[in-house]
């Protein structure tokens, strides 16, 4: 069977089961755009390149398969290079298809040519450029491959429009003969159970979850763990939905922004296993006081990770749920062989339950008084169903939908949590909702990440994908204000946007939307109430919020996280909150 | 350059066999470059597999970044296989070619100079002439330096080739068992 290379780009894409393509089309792309009339495949038209590749990103975190994007050359591949950093930061698999001019014009400085391979050389795990026609199905397969094993993450393949008009014979390759690739799946036997004979020493041990365990799909297997071995589990920014908020053991997000029970317990603890973790930044503090009495045990698919900042007593490299399931076995053996000679671990549980019950997160939204951003979050959450998907953007109202969502499912949090990719929420919301179209999504989202990419609801009106907006309106770009008053003795550069400029009402309602408006406390039940009511189209909320409030509790960059701080109007400062 | 027991607590060679394929020199160098590893010499050839080629890295790192500069290195989809050689379990050549101004009155003390170190003239021009020298790095560098003060006027290096030295133990007796 004779084939162009456009056409076996997309069977290609079919035979990998391709369900929906998010792109928009131009010059060098445009051979790739004619079969796809034909094809079963789903093309989402987006209005800006960057919207399509978080789109796939969205998609891909909400259901676990590799989300997939396609754009022409030159400033549409330029275009892709945010979402593919964003992908590479947080492991997510996605496949982006650009295109290129001819062959032999590739060097020429051609209409729309850019080196693209060049430039998301290190954005993607791994790219290519295809230089013969009959390549074509090889790399779409190992593409596939490489995005969704091991850690996961971008690859961009990058088609010269001549190599989509040539014509080759059909093929499906049976194999994938990749000699430099090869990841560990199966984790060390003897680790694992050095690991478990750590888990049956400790006093005050902590699971400290990643997103490897939602790549890993090890949700159930970290609860058969933490049940078994009656761990406390912290959830990171990545991680939450992957240990159930609404668990007993369950502490919440660590970090920067961590509620003080689970930035406190890692410090306090003398056992930390880290699982499909990367101590990044926002999550230590400063590295040298960061955990100090633990004895570290790390489970991360990417060798690299391992030692990378803090250096494991035992290190573990492997897939989190093979190692979990083995664990749980190793720890039930090794059990066996003590009998009853283990730590008692209720003082530590005490412990943390005092520190829960002093130090929750708190916030005071008088009846009269104006409206707070906490108060809207924790009523989209309370409105909506117990498996609503919410995406966010980066900044104040991020932090707060990921302190105050209660995420009891795995695979409901979608948020740019590496690059920290402004306007991220929008175009992520609705790959979700694509991929998840029973599910109610919500985006909570700023006025100032709205404005980067809120013409992707024209998208979502035009495809009938109704997700729905919960805008935090403060009128600043809250997180850099709040840096501003903290460290900056209160000197404000240009961090003011205006509630009303643009009027996101009438803006929502231009682009097909339904816009909703709430200035007071008693209009936001009234307001969420319609939005979860309709379902044929998109709806925004303007939550006109106040703009004092500051995210809290917080670790100053670069600081040890002993030194966090608590909101000053609810927790006395300067003391020593453990003691 | 500093001396050679700097050079041994710090230079980490890298014998790297990679995929022969375009655009893989780019995707090495550049990850040296965005994660702050420091390249000392890069030496690329062909094998005799011709869908792989080897790279010869000398990397200036402590030890601990080196683990980091080896594991980054794995995750490269196109790189096969890396071994790390120790100066003492290697055999390490580079290759130099030198012009040194060589008037009547000098060159013969520059030939017999060369001499030492197994040097070979090249070309010879009325005031000056090409060495050739073949050895070790610091073998080279100290050729360099007697050289210096005649005038060097040009010179390339090649950079690093090594491969692990061969085991002389003989199979028979490394499958003696110790008596328990």
Same mark, same amino acid.
């Given at each position: 069977?004779?084939?162009?290379?456009?056409?076996?780009?997309?069977?290609?894409?079919?035979?990998?089961? /391709?369900?929906?393509?998010?792109?928009?089309?131009?010059? @060098?792309?445009?051979?790739?755009?004619?079969?796809?009339?034909?094809?079963?495949?789903?093309?989402?038209?987006?209005?800006?390149?960057?919207?399509?590749?978080?789109?796939?990103?969205?998609?891909?975190?909400?259901?676990?398969?590799?989300?997939? @994007?396609?754009?022409?050359?030159?400033?549409?591949?330029?275009?892709? +290079?945010?979402?593919?950093c964003n992908a590479y930061m947080d492991s997510t698999p996605i496949v982006v298809i650009t295109g290129q001019v001819a062959r032999s014009a590739i060097g020429s400085d051609a209409f729309q040519e850019c080196d693209t391979t060049g430039i998301t050389m290190p954005v993607t795990k791994h790219n290519w450029l295809v230089q013969d026609t009959d390549e074509l199905p090889r790399i779409v397969k190992e593409a596939f491959h490489v995005a969704t094993t091991g850690r996961p993450g971008p690859v961009l393949i990058d088609?010269?429009?001549?190599?989509?008009?040539?014509?080759?014979?059909?093929?499906?390759?049976?194999?994938?003969?990749?000699?430099?690739?090869?990841?560990?799946?199966?984790?060390?036997?003897?680790?694992?159970?050095e690991a478990a004979r750590l888990i049956c020493d400790a006093q005050r041990p902590v699971i400290y979850a990643g997103g490897g365990i939602l790549k890993a799909r090890a949700s159930e297997a970290l609860r058969a763990l933490a049940e078994l071995a009656g761990i406390p589990v912290v959830t990171t920014l990545m991680a939450r939905g992957a240990f159930p908020d609404d668990h007993?053991?369950?502490?919440?997000?660590?970090?920067?922004?961590?509620?003080?029970?689970?930035?406190?317990?890692? !410090?306090?603890?003398?056992?930390?296993?880290?699982?499909?973790?990367?101590?990044?930044?926002?999550?230590?503090?400063?590295?040298? @006081?960061?955990?100090?009495?633990?004895? /570290?045990?790390?489970?991360? &698919?990417?060798p690299a990770e391992l030692g990378k900042v803090r250096r494991p007593e035992v290190p573990i490299v492997g897939d989190a749920r093979f190692i979990l399931e083995e664990m749980v076995e190793a720890v039930k053996a090794e059990r066996d062989k003590r #009998?009853?000679?283990?730590?008692?671990?209720?003082?530590?549980?005490?412990?943390?339950? !005092?520190?829960?019950?002093?130090?929750?997160?708190?916030?005071?939204?008088?009846?009269?008084?104006?409206?707070?951003?906490?108060?809207?979050?924790?009523?989209?959450?309370?409105?909506?169903?117990?498996?609503?998907?919410?995406?966010?953007?980066? #900044?104040?109202?991020?932090?707060?939908?990921? !302190?105050?969502?209660?995420?009891?499912?795995?695979?409901?949090? +979608?948020?740019?949590?590496?690059?920290?990719?402004?306007?991220? @929420?929008?175009?992520?919301?609705?790959?979700?909702?694509? #991929?998840k179209p029973d599910r109610t999504v919500w985006a909570v989202d700023g006025d100032g990440c709205f404005q980067m990419t809120a013409q992707e609801l024209v998208t979502a009106t035009a495809e009938r994908i109704p997700i729905k907006v919960a805008l935090i309106n403060n009128a600043y770009l809250g997180m850099v204000r709040q840096w501003q008053e903290l460290?900056?003795?209160?000197?404000?550069?240009? /961090?003011?946007?205006?509630?009303?400029?643009?009027?996101?009402?009438?803006?929502?309602?231009?682009?097909?939307?339904?816009?909703?408006?709430?200035?007071?406390?008693?209009?936001?039940?009234?307001? &969420?109430?319609?939005?979860?009511?309709?379902?044929?189209?998109?709806v925004v909320i303007d939550f006109r919020v106040d703009y004092k409030e500051k995210v809290y509790p917080m670790v100053p960059a670069g600081g040890p996280n002993d030194d966090i701080i608590m909101d000053p109007r609810y927790f006395a400062g300067g003391e020593d909150y453990t003691s | 350059m500093s001396g050679p027991a700097d050079n041994a607590a710090k230079h980490h060679i890298l014998s790297?066999?990679?995929?022969?394929?375009?655009?893989?020199?780019?995707?090495?160098?550049?990850?040296?470059?965005?994660?702050?590893?420091?390249?000392?010499?890069?030496?690329?050839?062909?094998?005799?597999?011709?869908?792989?080629?080897?790279?010869?890295?000398?990397?200036?790192?402590?030890?601990?970044?080196?683990?980091?500069?080896?594991?980054?290195?794995?995750?490269?989809?196109?790189?096969?296989?890396?071994?790390?050689?120790?100066?003492?379990?290697?055999?390490?050549?580079?290759l130099m070619l030198v012009t040194v101004s060589a008037g009547a009155d000098t060159r013969s003390q520059i030939t017999e100079l060369g001499a030492i170190f197994d040097a070979k003239i090249v070309d010879v021009g009325y005031d000056s002439m090409t060495l050739m020298a073949a050895g070790q790095p610091d073998q080279l560098d100290a050729m360099e330096d007697l050289l210096r003060p005649y005038g060097i006027e040009e010179i390339q290096r090649t950079g690093e080739i090594a491969l692990p030295k061969l085991s002389r133990e003989s199979t028979k007796l490394r499958s003696v068992k110790k008596p328990a």
């Open positions: 069977m004779k084939l162009t290379g456009a056409q076996a780009l997309i069977k290609s894409l079919e035979m990998m089961e /391709v369900e929906v393509v998010f792109g928009l089309p131009g010059g @060098a792309i445009l051979p790739v755009y004619d079969p796809i009339i034909e094809s079963p495949i789903r093309h989402i038209l987006v209005r800006h390149e960057q919207g399509a590749g978080h789109m796939a990103e969205g998609y891909a975190m909400a259901t676990g398969r590799p989300g997939v @994007a396609m754009v022409t050359s030159g400033p549409a591949a330029t275009n892709i +290079v945010t979402p593919l088609v010269p429009k001549d190599v989509s008009n040539d014509t080759m014979e059909w093929y499906w390759p049976d194999e994938i003969d990749m000699p430099g690739y090869k990841p560990t799946i199966r984790g060390h036997r003897g680790m694992i159970k007993e053991l369950c502490l919440g997000m660590p970090g920067m922004h961590g509620n003080y029970t689970a930035v406190t317990s890692m !410090q306090k603890c003398d056992l930390l296993l880290a699982l499909g973790s990367r101590f990044d930044d926002r999550v230590t503090g400063k590295v040298d @006081a960061f955990a100090p009495d633990a004895k /570290v045990v790390h489970v991360d &698919i990417d #009998g009853d000679s283990l730590p008692d671990l209720a003082p530590w549980i005490d412990q943390i339950n !005092q520190w829960r019950e002093r130090f929750p997160l708190k916030y005071d939204q008088e009846a009269s008084g104006s409206l707070l951003p906490q108060f809207c979050i924790e009523k989209v959450r309370d409105m909506s169903p117990d498996d609503t998907i919410v995406a966010a953007g980066v #900044g104040q109202h991020q932090m707060w939908t990921s !302190q105050l969502w209660r995420f009891n499912h795995p695979y409901t949090w +979608v948020n740019s949590g590496g690059l920290g990719t402004m306007g991220f @929420a929008v175009p992520a919301a609705i790959g979700a909702k694509t #991929g460290f900056y003795e209160e000197r404000y550069s240009e /961090v003011y946007l205006s509630p009303d400029l643009p009027d996101y009402v009438k803006w929502a309602e231009a682009m097909g939307c339904v816009g909703l408006r709430c200035e007071t406390p008693s209009d936001v039940e009234p307001a &969420i109430e319609k939005a979860n009511s309709i379902d044929d189209r998109p | 790297v066999l990679v995929e022969n394929k375009p655009g893989v020199l780019a995707r090495i160098s550049g990850l040296f470059a965005r994660r702050a590893f420091n390249i000392f010499s890069l030496a690329v050839s062909p094998t005799d597999d011709e869908r792989v080629s080897r790279m010869t890295i000398v990397v200036d790192v402590e030890s601990t970044s080196l683990e980091q500069v080896t594991k980054q290195l794995n995750k490269q989809i196109n790189v096969i296989k890396i071994n790390e050689l120790h100066p003492t379990d290697a055999v390490e050549r580079e």
